[in-house]
C-alpha cells in the first residue's frame, strides 16, 4: 500500500524542512548552540520519527538514509535558521503552518508504512504517530527539557487521528491519494485549531506549567 506520489512527496519534503528549520530555531533560542549543534539539532528534529519507525519495523537502512532530499532538505532548514534566526519571528505564521503539514504528512506516511511491513492496527496507529512527533521529543531530551509535545498545545493528538483515519482507510480497502490527503488534511486542521485557540489536552487537576509557544512545539 505504501507509495509516495508526487503531491505526498512534495508534502514531506516541505515538512522536513519545516522540523529542520524549528528544530534548529529551538537549538539557538534555548540552547544557545554552535552552528554544529544547530544543524545537527535541526536535522534530529526532522529525520528522528522516520529513523524510529523504520528501526522498530526493521527496514533497514532507514528511508532518510536511502535519499538524499531528506537530508538535503533538513540541513538546509536547520541553516536558514542559523543564518536568519533574528529575523525569523516576522516568518512564525508559516514555519507553524510547514510544521503542521509536516507533522500530518508523516503521522499518514508512517502509518501506511508499518502496514506495509505486517502490523496491526493499533501499532500501526502508534508509529504514525511517532513518525510525526519521534524527532521534536529526542530534541528535546538532548536539550534537557520535557519534550514539548507532552504538554503544549495539541501536537500528539492531531498526530493520532491522522494516522487512525489512515489505517481505518487501509483496512477499508479504498487507500489512496485522495484518503491519505484527507487523512493529513484532518490532521492539519486539528493542529492548527490547537494554535490559534491555544488549546491543550487534559490535564490533571490542580495541574499547572508554562505552555510552549506554537513554533517550540516540534
Not at 516576522?90 to 501506511?112: M, Y
Not at 502508534?126 to 527539557?145: A, H, K, N, Q, Y
Not at 509535545?149 to 479504498?174: K, M
Not at 489512496?176 to 492539519?188: D, K, N, R, S, T
Amino acid at each position: 500500500m505504501t507509495f509516495e506520489p508526487p503531491v505526498l512527496l512534495v508534502l514531506d519534503l516541505a515538512g522536513t524542512f519545516a522540523f529542520g528549520l524549528n528544530g534548529a530555531l529551538t537549538a539557538v533560542r534555548t540552547a544557545r548552540l554552535d552552528v554544529v549543534g544547530v544543524v545537527a539539532l535541526g536535522m534530529i528534529t526532522a529525520l528522528g520519527g522516520g529513523v524510529i519507525r523504520d528501526v522498530l519495523i526493521d527496514s533497514l537502512p532507514p528511508a532518510t538514509f536511502r535519499d538524499w532530499r531528506y537530508f538535503a532538505f533538513a540541513a538546509v532548514g536547520a541553516l536558514v535558521a542559523f543564518a536568519l534566526s533574528r529575523r525569523l519571528h516576522r516568518l512564525e505564521t508559516p514555519i507553524v503552518v510547514l510544521d503542521a503539514v509536516g507533522l500530518s504528512v508523516f503521522a499518514v506516511i508512517g502509518a501506511g508504512k508499518a502496514l506495509d511491513f505486517g502490523l496491526g492496527v493499533a501499532p500501526a496507529v502508534l508509529l504514525g504517530t511517532v513518525t510525526g512527533v519521534g524527532g521534536g521529543t529526542i530534541r528535546d531530551m538532548l536539550v534537557r527539557r520535557i519534550p514539548s509535545v507532552l504538554h503544549s498545545d495539541l501536537y500528539a493528538i492531531p498526530a493520532l487521528v491522522g494516522a487512525a483515519i489512515t489505517v481505518t482507510a487501509v483496512r477499508a480497502g479504498f487507500y489512496g491519494v485522495p484518503a491519505a490527503l484527507a487523512a493529513a488534511a484532518v490532521c492539519f486542521l486539528i493542529r492548527m485549531a490547537g494554535v490559534r485557540y491555544d488549546l491543550n489536552a487534559p490535564r490533571p487537576p490542580g495541574a499547572s506549567g508554562d505552555r510552549g509557544s506554537p513554533s517550540d512545539d516540534r
